[in-house]
């Protein structure tokens, strides 16, 4: 197949880098859930906080990164078994509380200062031209994304990229992503999974699609210049369903996409 019926595309880490407004989102709801912390981030956090941010499968997560780190765990420890509900425990703290805490953190922070929280996000180049592309075309571009879908909405707009708000999924859908490839399988293309292509930074995410039955001949690719590791990227070059794919691969063709190497 030369083109796709549906491209599928995760925001954070394929479409946007955010990491700015992710630790500043997540320190200052970590601020809330312990008021005794410093008012300013250690020097150093930052930097280790990007490092391990490819852990990090929902947005709930990223205040435990801050909290562990700050209890002294090693990055190595970190990124060698990632256990975000032990370290939940630890902080003693709801997982609903802390998710709520982001948002509100975000909601307030865009009513006091959106132009503030735009610049903290940033495009990947060469994506937003890409989409555009394809968006105008007989391809169908969806977003499917762990973010919140009207936050995705409102920093794709400001591109100038006009998704129908149903094509932009979020984690107000409560769902898999592998259910929401599904339905969009399902309503869009036919029930013919090999018509859909899925564009994701997350390998766990690609390997949980891959084992669907339903989702068997869908084309997965691994966006490695996303939030994963070098150890993933080397498990999906091992793979015989997931196909690595890089961002000078991305802005071209759909052809090229499937070519040998990255």
């Known amino acids: 197949m030369s083109a796709p019926a549906i491209l599928a595309l995760d925001f954070d880490g394929v479409l946007c880098d955010g990491m700015r407004e992710y630790f ?10 312990r008021p005794s912390v410093a008012p300013e981030p250690p020097r150093g956090l930052f930097d280790s906080f990007a ?5 990090v499968e929902s947005g709930w997560e990223m205040p435990l990164v801050i909290h562990a780190v700050l209890a002294g765990a090693s990055e190595a420890e970190l990124l060698s078994g990632w256990r975000p509900e032990a370290w939940r425990r630890d902080i003693g703290v709801p997982r609903d509380t802390i998710a709520a805490e982001l948002d509100s953190v975000r909601d307030e922070w865009i009513t006091a200062d959106e132009q503030g929280w735009l610049d903290h996000h940033r495009f990947y180049p060469g994506v937003i031209e890409r989409v555009r592309r394809v968006a105008g075309g007989p391809t169908r571009v ?31 859908a409560r769902r898999p992503k592998r259910e929401i490839l599904k339905d969009l399988v399902a309503r869009h293309a036919a029930g013919d999974a090999a018509r859909l292509w899925f564009v994701e930074d997350r390998l766990k995410t690609l390997e949980d699609a891959a084992r669907d039955p339903a989702l068997d001949g869908a084309r997965l690719f691994l966006a ?11 498990t999906a070059r091992r793979d015989e369903r997931i196909i690595p794919l890089s961002l000078a691969r991305f802005a071209r063709d759909f052809p090229v996409w499937l070519e040998p190497g990255s």
Request: net charge positive; aromatic share 8%; glycine share 8%.
């Open 24 to 33: 500043e989102t997540a320190w200052r709801a970590y601020r809330r859930l």
């Open 51 to 55: 490092r391990l941010r490819p852990l």
């Open 142 to 172: 969806a977003v499917v994304t762990t973010k919140e879908g009207r936050f995705a909405l409102k920093l794709l707009r400001r591109q100038g990229v006009r998704l129908d708000p149903d094509r932009v999924v979020g984690k107000e």
């Open 224 to 234: 490695e210049w996303g939030y994963n590791t070098p150890e993933e990227r080397e």
